[in-house]
């Protein structure tokens, strides 16, 4: 007669937004190279705006989708992350914005 061990619950991990973290993260990789973008000189001409989207604007579209999808998400956890995935929204948004506070921060530091 051989004994068996006792079935070992093994506790799951709480529910995660992982859609709200990844969105908020992408938003400030969009916001980041916005600004870098914006401390070449000549940056806001036609051309170098474009570029700017290019770069910046695919992260930022996904911080916008994960964002929206980790703002659904959140109200179904009782708001678990809700607040990154707001601002992954709005982060999302920022590269044009960006694309100025690099130049007004290269005016001020260069002259």
Do not use: E, H
């Amino acid at each position: 007669m051989t004994f068996q061990q006792p079935a070992q619950y093994v506790p799951l991990a709480p529910p995660n937004n992982s859609l709200a973290l990844a969105g908020f993260i992408l938003g400030w990789i969009a916001l980041g190279i916005s600004v870098l973008i914006g401390f070449i000189p000549g940056s806001l001409t036609p051309l170098a705006i474009l570029i700017t989207f290019a770069l910046a604007g695919v992260p930022g579209l996904l911080a916008i989708i994960f964002g929206f999808i980790g703002i659904s998400t959140a109200n179904r956890m009782q708001g678990r992350r809700r607040g990154k995935a707001i601002a992954a929204v709005i982060l999302g948004f920022s590269p044009i914005l960006g694309l100025f506070i690099g130049q007004f921060l290269s005016a001020a530091i260069i002259g």
